[in-house]
């Protein structure tokens, strides 16, 4: 974030509307099936068995009927229904789960060939916290739900997946489950399979949409700050006075330096301070254009837990994010997309925080927030490739190629964005020391694509062909 006004949020009170649960990271085992020996059940119960109800209450267990153990990030299950009327717009909400919802994500999809009973779709996927299912586990119970955005009653006696009947769980064909891609289980309306690689609403599907496609990349191969082909292409490196961080703090753009790291330009944004607002140095590198709106963005990006110099422990934010201006309080058509990394904790957490947020809207005084954010309480020192992808449907994170969040339609952006990199101190709380120190945050490379979404492994091709074919800079995405 890179203008938010003072004391802009408190994490554990900021989010009015939060549906999906928070993402966390784990280290897993490798799987070492083969998709042959994937095979899954999937169980199906409802606690909303009414013709219509105020929301649909599909709950499931997953269980591997395979003879080798699943991850659970590779596996899909689709619940299919049909659209009270076209524009509606749906919530995806999990109450408990025996994995924690917080390893439980749900998104919703609109089927290429619509049915009399369905014409979308709920994806329920996991994230790496899932952990795996070893044969012959399940899941245990996933307690869902999703409703209208408006909460008015849904029928739901019209849904090809909707069982009123199904008071206890059983096997149910009328869901389909994927692992890697491939369908394993149950029967998707006719022509809807979403293994069939003509249907441009699955996820796994590795051929890009039409239309779009036009990139900005750069590798920030500059020599400094004062570099004219830095303005040249497009950036702009902050030095006005404001918000957000410590009262009285610099944006200092000479403190925004490129570095040769092998034989590869970094960008490095150091943040320093002595204890005071008026030592305090922030940095923020930004696109003067606000032209960025739906597609593929990422950035890899070095987060550091330690000072470069000094003691330790201060409230330090490391980001990468895109974002425009709030026109009035509580306007509709905000936008804010972000990744922020805390590694000496702030805003209530006591230690290291990785953060992605959606954000509506906000109200700057006195404070309303209107957002969905994941989160994952650990370290991320070291590089990571972080990659968000903005399509009709929903905002989905990824970490080094793992699935961190998925955010709802309500929090797609209604205008275009700048693409922005900063680190800064949200307040001085955290270490009271005066000694001068200085912290790192360095940047690789940023990619958009627009109007199309990427898999991070689609990504990292991408970026390999640009590099390979002497591409340092380009930019053909149009002005908005």
Known sequence: MSTRPLGRRTRAALALTALVGSAALATLPVTTASAAADGLAVQYRTSAGGATADQSEPWFKVRNTGSATVQLSQVKVRYYFKADFPGAAYRFACSWAVRGCSAVTGTFGTLDHPTATADRYLEIGFTAGAGTLAPGADTGDMQLRFHQSTWQPLKQSDDYSFGGGQTAYADWTKVTAQVNGATVWGVAP??????????????????????????????FSYTAHTDPALSAHGWSVRSNSGGPGVPGAVWDPSKVTFVDQGGNKVMNLRTSTAGTGESTRHTEVLTRATKFRNGTYAARVRFSDAPVSGPDGDHLVQTFFTINDLKAPMADDYAEYDFEYLPNGGWGEPANILYTTSWETYNPDPWQAVNQHSESRQSFAGWHDLVVTIDNDAITYYVDGQQFGTHGAQYLPERPMSI??????????????????????QVDY?????????????????????????TAFVDEVPAS
Request: aromatic share 6%; hydrophobic share 25%.
């Open 446 to 470: 940023v990619l958009h694509v627009k109007d199309q979404v990427l898999t991070p492994a689609q990504v990292v091709a991408k970026v390999a062909g640009l590099r390979s074919a002497g």
């Open 420 to 441: 922005n990199f900063n680190q800064w101190l949200i307040d001085l709380n955290g270490q009271t020391s005066t000694t001068p120190r200085a912290y790192d945050q």
């Open 190 to 219: 006719e022509g809807n399979d979403p293994t069939d690689p003509t249907d441009p609403t699955d996820p796994t599907d590795p051929t890009d949409p039409p239309g779009g496609g036009q990139t900005l990349f750069d590798d």
